[in-house]
């Protein structure tokens, strides 16, 4: 049999060999979620015989296209995704099939949120990671959007009964699949690494969370976007209400849902959420989900997973508008904002007056930390830390108080060169150093200090993946987190560990209840503003 011939569960399949990596893309690990399959949990797929080829990806969810797009084409490649309904497939690179060796998997989520991305982008090519680390590259696509995340469950009878987190649900199969067919690709059932970034990292948190994925994997990797809450019900229904009715299906004619075009549901799904970011979510149904991730606090069924969790210097420069850009704040401390912010986001002054602090001496924290930044610098400091670095530090505290399973916190502060340097240590800047994929340097630049920080980044997260600690001999000694010392890895050309980095700025964000996008897609919300 030839080597890049792989027998699963479901049937053979044929892989390319490619710079001395098996790639196996475009691998059906579902069946199609279109016609009668819409909207329920997914199914398992029909054996076939012969042999599959599995050399080109497969289908993305359907889709609007969005800021992932240019992301994802950062990686070099600008191939064009199909998209339709037959999207359950995913993707794996490694060193060696069926020698009887078990290495260590790591199972990519990818970004996006719950609407947008593809485990297929060029930005999450697995080869440099698998050569790399000696380990199997998983990456996967599933539902999005309202395919995903249309919660019918308590208005549509039995029938969709469990209807709810579909896309959650596909991440389960697919991990299912992973368990039961990931020898044959020389990897370790046992011993599975989630890790994500963005939506990724929300999703990594609700697999934590969620009793179907419990035993499925054994550490786990948030980049960029902690999963504290996700949707209430009543939200959740107030939102399926508001779509059956733009679509004109009503509770009696439900049957029509299988029959609509995927533009129509797209279209309509935009429509009711034009005013909410990232507008789907999971669901906390009580069933598939049964509690929100990490709030109050950290999941009983994943104590014992190890959890890496931590963010980016300067996340929220990806966001900001050019407009904003030349937005001037010194005329109103953290009061002005320009109209075209991505997120249409409140202001830190909001949420200090939610909190009763005053937003003159807020602003002045940042100000006496970071006397060189302009007034935007200084706003994108505050934005990031209320979107990401504060949730972070939240959740990787209510990990540590289970202590069950240590929790590792780090900060990406290396700044890309590109764009004159403006978007310096911004959202997703990470995820090239982490694949080891930095040669295109679309995003990174290239250059001697770039490929230093792969190599630490990628074979950290390797050492993770391995044994549940993120040591390696290049970098200094990583220490967990804890509420007391606060030991946090700093990524940069020099890598270094600090206790409590910007100490004074968390301070300031104690009680001011940091930004919950979950919570924004309750439509109540006055003109669907995050406040």
Not at 41 to 49: D, G, I, N, S
Not at 459 to 484: D, K, L, M
């Amino acid at each position: 049999m030839e080597n890049n011939i792989v027998e699963i569960v479901s049937g053979k399949i044929r892989g390319s060999f490619v710079n001395s990596i098996y790639a196996f893309k475009g691998i059906q690990y579902g069946r199609a979620t279109g016609n009668r399959n819409r909207f329920h949990q997914p199914v398992k797929p029909e054996p076939w015989t012969g042999i599959r080829d599995a050399l080109a990806y497969g289908a993305r969810s359907p889709q609007r296209a969005g800021i992932m797009d240019r992301l994802a084409a950062s990686g070099g490649k600008t191939v064009k995704e199909m998209q339709n309904e037959d999207c359950l497939v995913l993707n794996v690179w490694t060193p060696v099939v069926k020698n009887g060796r078990k290495r260590p998997v790591m199972f990519w989520c990818h970004g996006g949120g719950f609407t947008m991305g593809s485990g297929s982008a060029s930005i999450y090519d697995g080869t440099n990671l698998a050569r790399r680390g000696d380990v199997v590259v998983v990456t996967v696509n599933h539902r999005l959007g309202p395919f995903g995340y249309l919660y019918l469950g308590d208005i549509a009878g039995e029938e969709f009964a469990m209807s709810s987190n579909a896309g959650m649900q596909d991440i389960v199969m697919a991990l299912e699949w992973v368990r039961d067919n990931i020898t044959s690709f020389g990897g370790d059932p046992n011993n599975v690494t989630l890790f994500g970034e963005s939506g990724g990292g929300y999703k990594v948190s609700v697999l934590m969370a969620m009793p179907a994925a419990t035993g499925l994997f054994h550490r786990a990797i948030v980049e960029s976007e902690p999963g504290w809450r996700m949707m209430p019900k009543e939200i959740a229904n107030e939102q399926a209400n508001k779509l059956l009715k733009e679509l004109g299906v009503s509770i009696a004619n439900l049957g029509k849902l299988y029959s609509l075009s995927v533009e129509q549901i797209l279209d309509a799904g935009r429509k009711i959420n034009r005013n909410i970011p990232f507008g789907w979510w999971p669901v906390v149904d009580g069933k598939v989900l049964p509690w929100h991730p990490f709030d109050p606090v950290a999941p009983d069924i994943s104590s014992n997973i190890p959890l890496i969790i931590g963010t980016n210097k300067d996340e929220a420069t990806l966001f900001l508008s050019a407009e904003y850009r030349r937005s001037r704040l010194s005329d109103g401390p953290a009061a002005k904002i320009a109209r075209n912010i991505w997120f249409h986001m409140a202001t830190p002054k909001i949420a200090c007056r939610i909190a009763g602090k005053s937003a003159k001496s807020f602003l002045a924290t940042y100000q006496e930390g970071r006397p060189q930044s302009s007034d935007s610098e200084l706003f994108s400091a505050m934005m990031t830390d209320w979107m990401m670095r504060i949730p972070s530090i939240i959740q990787a505290e209510r990990k540590y108080a289970q202590h069950s399973a240590p929790v590792f916190m780090y900060l990406f502060s290396w700044e890309t060169p590109i764009l004159n340097g403006r978007l310096k240590a911004t959202h997703g800047l990470e995820i090239p150093f982490v694949f080891d994929n930095i040669g295109s340097g679309l995003l990174t630049g290239t250059g001697q200090t770039q490929s230093d920080l792969s190599r630490n980044m990628s074979e950290t997260w390797i050492s993770f993946a391995r044994s549940g600690v993120p040591n390696y001999a290049s970098i200094p000694n990583w220490p967990p987190y804890t509420p007391g010392e606060r030991a946090t890895m700093i990524f940069d050309q020099q890598c270094r560990v600090e206790k409590d980095p910007f100490k004074s700025e968390r301070i300031a964000w104690n009680g001011i209840e940091p930004l919950d996008l979950a919570k924004a897609g309750d439509t109540r919300n006055r003109k669907g503003r995050l406040v």
